[in-house]
């Protein structure tokens, strides 16, 4: 579509700046969202918390919400977004938005700083994380680390990229010599002790498991192959949508914790290189650790 030019657009429509693809929309504000975070590293303001002492808020990921969403808005004015600082906490919430949110043809999923811990506390492993659904379909995905200035670029059917490169999974088989990713979200009632029957599980059996604070950069180091897995029971939907594209176009695979495809609702997520898929989730049902309940 050729952008709407001043002499003939209709005076009463908003002017739709419309000459940059989605994905450069996204990297975009990405890049502009990240740069703003880490000149407020250090800085903090005002340090609030959600849904317990764990799970903490601060002006800055408020703020750049804010900014990512002006600027999504600037080129798609119809389109709908789903960012985690506009959502309730809790988990009932999360689901009744994202209900709501499936029913855009056009849904941006946004997360302004995952790792805000990690930020708040100057512990330089967080990202900006921007997604897109098209019609129920993962079709954009971007991941920005501002501390390392990489940029992590997905598009559905068309692979994935850090600085123009092409990512590709890793091609570790054996479980004895994978570094695996894990996390543990604020939720200590489900999610903390199906997280640490995981980690007991896992860890006597791998090289090493990093729990970096961060969903979204461990989805797109899984991607980059800088690690062979990841899992996590306790997830919301802007913690992995992109880093979900970013597994699948670089040649992994994702799956809740009981080896069922991916969703945008999916909250118990494994993802791999594809070679130890099978290992990981098989150990989480083992070790009763998947976050479902026992059938
Ligand atoms: C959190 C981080 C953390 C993960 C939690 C997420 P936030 O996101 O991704 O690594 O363990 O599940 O909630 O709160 O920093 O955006
Ligand atoms: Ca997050
Ligand atoms: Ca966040």
Not at 66 to 72: A, E, F, G, K, S
Not at 185 to 209: E, F, K, S, T
Not at 259 to 264: A, K, L, R, T, V
Not at 277 to 288: C, G, I, K, N, W
Request: proline residues 5%; negative net charge.
């Amino acid at each position: 579509m050729s952008p709407v030019s001043p002499d003939n657009r209709n005076e009463r429509e908003p002017y739709v700046v419309t000459s940059k693809g989605h994905t450069a929309v996204a990297i975009n504000a990405a890049a502009k969202a990240g740069e703003w975070i880490k000149t407020r590293q250090g800085q903090v303001k005002e340090l609030g918390s959600k849904t317990s002492a764990q799970d903490l808020v601060t002006e800055v990921d408020k703020g750049v919400e804010q900014m990512i969403r002006r600027l999504i808005l600037t080129h798609y004015p119809d389109h709908a977004i789903l960012g985690e600082e506009g959502v309730q906490p809790g988990a009932e919430a999360v689901t009744a938005a994202l209900e709501e949110a499936r029913e855009h043809d056009y849904l941006w999923i946004v997360d302004p700083i995952d790792g805000t811990t990690n930020f708040v506390h100057g512990f330089p492993f967080y990202c900006v994380s921007i997604a897109l659904v098209v019609k129920g379909e993962l079709t954009v995905g971007v991941i920005y680390d501002p501390i390392r200035d990489e940029m992590f670029v997905a598009e559905k059917g068309k692979g994935a990229y850090m600085h123009g490169i092409r990512a590709a999974v890793s091609a570790e088989e054996e479980p004895g010599s994978s570094l695996i990713a894990m996390g543990f979200p604020p939720d200590r009632l489900i999610a903390q002790p199906a997280n640490l029957a995981g980690l007991q599980q896992i860890l006597p059996q791998v090289r090493g498991i990093r729990a970096g604070g961060s969903a979204a950069l461990h989805l797109a180091y899984v991607a980059v192959g800088r690690v062979d897995g990841y899992w996590e029971v306790g997830l919301s939907p802007w913690d992995c949508a992109a880093g979900v594209l970013l597994v699948l176009e670089s040649g992994g695979k994702v799956t809740d914790t009981l080896g069922n495809p991916y969703d945008i609702g999916t909250r118990h997520v494994v993802a791999s290189n594809g070679k130890i898929h099978d290992y990981l989730v098989a150990s989480l049902q083992a070790a009763e650790a998947t976050g479902f309940k026992k059938q």
